[in-house]
């Protein structure tokens, strides 16, 4: 297969994050020699101390990005450098040697050039990258490691709620916190979710897709829909809002959050961030000011918000259906992410077949 023919997509249904493709890159660092050569070869399970310190005490970050196929048949991954960004700057909170971008981009090339074939023309399937940062030492002293291990693997993904852009509903969380000022709630690091997973259940017990994480300090301030930024819309038509909540550094700042920032001003709607209680957020609902909300990530896409169960109460955002805002704003970005639309700013990156070698 050439660069510029596309394989005709006939996957089925799989589980979000189960479909692993066939490649792994991977590198060492250590005080010593710094970062080893990145190389390429076969995803496979390696061994690992029992005494890793990345088991036992959490240094680990991760980052989540796509190559997505483009119209003329090539691949080409949705700004990669800004996760690469990202990527270092959760290792500096985590005490841990940042992966230099150039190494970053190198194992993105090498991963997507060697597993690309895997995605065809449905333009909702990607190729879903994850690179990791762990602690690889063997130590139980309770400090930083002197060895840290860099991979990069990929999976194929369709939709994260399904393959139907349906609306979602999702439940307030009033006992639990996702994050706390001063901790590591801007950054992507392993912990931050395994101290989601109760509330998570929590969620689908209440009949709900996703919870809403509030801010821990005084508890009424919206931050996260689970591993996704939220947006509300305020008005409609050409008099539309599309906000956000503002990043107080206990919420992510997410590359699809800034990217549909960019792209709600050039589609003429005024866009910005702000500070939502759950008690204003019910009451705009009610009165017709909020007309709709919905999540994004790199998982998520756009994915529009239908209903929200605060304890014993539950409202409705809109009229319950995707909402017309919504829709065009993803639409947008799945034309940006395929090569239908213009990228003024460079964000789709053309991946390099020269790659890595084993």
């Excluded at 590198?27 to 990345?54: C, Q, S, V």
């Excluded at 009610?286 to 929200?308: N, Q, R, S």
């Excluded at 809109?318 to 395929?338: I, K, Q, W």
């Excluded at 639309?341 to 053309?350: C, K």
Aim: hydrophobic share 40%; net charge negative.
């Amino acid at each position: 297969m050439t660069q510029t023919q596309a394989p005709v997509s006939r996957l089925p249904h799989v589980e979000h994050g189960a479909q692993f493709t066939d490649t792994l890159v991977s590198a060492t660092w250590t005080p010593a020699t710094g970062w080893g050569p990145a190389t390429r070869g076969p995803l496979t399970t390696f061994a690992m101390h029992p005494g890793m310190i990345g088991l036992h005490y959490g240094q680990v970050v991760f980052e989540g990005l796509k190559a997505h196929r483009q119209v003329d048949g090539s691949m080409a991954v949705f700004r990669p450098r800004d996760n690469a960004l990202r990527f270092q700057r959760s290792a500096r909170r985590l005490a841990m040697p940042e992966v230099p971008e150039e190494m970053f981009l190198q194992a993105v090339d090498a991963v997507v050039a060697a597993d690309g074939h895997h995605i065809g023309d449905d333009p909702n399937v990607s190729l879903y990258l994850r690179p990791l940062l762990f602690a690889s030492e063997a130590n139980l002293m309770l400090r930083p490691a002197n060895e840290y291990t860099f991979m990069m693997m990929a999976f194929v993904a369709g939709g994260f709620f399904g393959s139907a852009v349906e609306p979602v509903r999702v439940w307030v969380s009033r006992d639990t916190a996702r994050a706390f000022p001063g901790g590591t709630g801007d950054v992507k690091c392993a912990a931050n979710y395994a101290g989601a997973f109760l509330s998570q259940r929590e969620a689908q017990m209440q009949g709900c897709h996703q919870v809403v994480w509030l801010d821990a300090v005084e508890g009424r301030w919206v931050e996260e829909l689970g591993g996704m930024n939220l947006f509300f819309v305020r008005g409609s038509g050409a008099d539309a809002e599309v906000l956000t909540p503002e990043l107080t550094g206990t919420l992510l700042p997410g590359v699809t959050r800034d990217t549909l920032l960019t792209l709600a001003t050039r589609l003429g709607y005024r866009s910005g961030t702000t500070r939502l209680s759950v008690s204003q957020w019910r009451q705009e609902c009610a009165d017709g000011t909020i007309t709709e909300v919905f999540a994004c990530g790199t998982a998520a896409v756009v994915t529009p918000v239908g209903a929200v169960r605060d304890g014993g109460t539950e409202w409705t955002v809109g009229d319950g259906a995707p909402g017309p805002v919504t829709m065009r704003l993803r639409e947008a970005l799945l034309d940006l992410h395929h090569g239908k639309a213009p990228d003024p700013d460079g964000w789709m990156y053309p991946v390099s077949t020269g790659g890595l070698h084993g």
